[in-house]
């Protein structure tokens, strides 16, 4: 039997949300979004990433989004890779269907949650390992396959975590970069059931923002520049149905052969490939 474990705090709670801060979604917005989000800025340009020339180039009125027929302006953008059809249809159903017999955690902007990996303080930069109990069975399949990519040969998976972004909940993900200190430099995704964009925003230039238009079933790696100098986000209006992100990433050399940490490290690998994890808060009883 599969049971979720909730604090005495958390199972009195009456909150329909996991919403902090200045995160927002359809259930607390009514009452909370205009003195959380007072002052969202308009951007100027959007450019959309074209794979095959490693480019992002201007939309405008008669832009063309076919590789063969850009025009306008571009600019250079490096350190994504995305492989359509990654999965078949037959694969993608069975990965669904495995990842829905695990139980959700609601999370903030209107996601919900299963994570597979330690308890981390990222402040603090301490982790705890006593409930982590390895990747899922499921996953092993899917990192075989992602190791037989060139640019994925070394990839060691230490955490997973598999988002739902549902728009009848306002679902999304502000602009962020994911931990530099824990996770390494290749950020791996799965989309899965709809299609979407990555929004790739420069902090240092906030007048415009990159798009990469990733369908069902394909594989994004984030590394090099638009790992370290992009933050990336799921924006609302890019939820036109449900969707699906398996994430994996990989540990930072600091934890690797060599590194000061590599101890831990190992410890952490060597749970991971178990292949014998429970999303973190829940247990077998």
Aim: with cysteine.
């Amino acid at each position: 039997m599969i049971e979720i474990m909730m604090s005495d705090q958390e199972s009195k709670s009456t909150k329909q949300c996991a919403c902090k801060g200045i995160r927002t979604c359809l259930v607390c917005e009514p009452t909370t979004i205009e003195q959380k989000l007072p002052n969202r800025r308009v951007r100027k340009e959007t450019y959309l990433y074209c794979q095959k020339c490693e480019k992002a180039w201007l939309q405008e009125e008669g832009s063309t989004n076919d590789h063969s027929n850009h025009s306008g302006q571009s600019i250079q953008f490096p350190g994504v890779y995305v492989k359509t059809d990654f999965l078949t249809e037959i694969e993608e159903k069975t990965l669904v269907s495995e990842v829905e017999k695990q139980p959700w955690v609601e999370s903030q902007s209107g996601r919900r949650k299963q994570d597979y990996g330690p308890k981390v303080n990222f402040k603090k930069k301490k982790i705890k390992t006593a409930s982590f109990t390895g990747l899922p069975e499921f996953s092993e399949s899917i990192i075989d396959k992602l190791t037989n990519l060139p640019l994925l040969k070394n990839f060691k998976v230490v955490e997973q975590c598999n988002l739902e972004y549902d728009p009848k909940h306002g679902a999304a993900i502000d602009p962020h970069f994911d931990d530099f200190w824990l996770w390494g430099e290749h950020l791996v995704t799965l989309n899965l059931l709809s299609d979407t964009f990555y929004t790739m925003s420069d902090p240092q230039n906030e007048d415009y923002i990159v798009k990469i238009y990733l369908p069902p079933r394909s594989l994004v790696v984030l590394y090099g520049p638009a790992r370290f100098k992009w933050k990336h986000a799921i924006e609302r209006g890019d939820i036109n149905a449900r969707r699906l992100a398996i994430t994996l990433r990989e540990l930072t050399p600091e934890f690797l052969e060599d590194g000061p940490k590599e101890e831990q490290g190992r410890e952490l690998l060597k749970i991971a490939y178990g292949f014998k994890g429970l999303p973190v808060g829940v247990a077998v009883i």
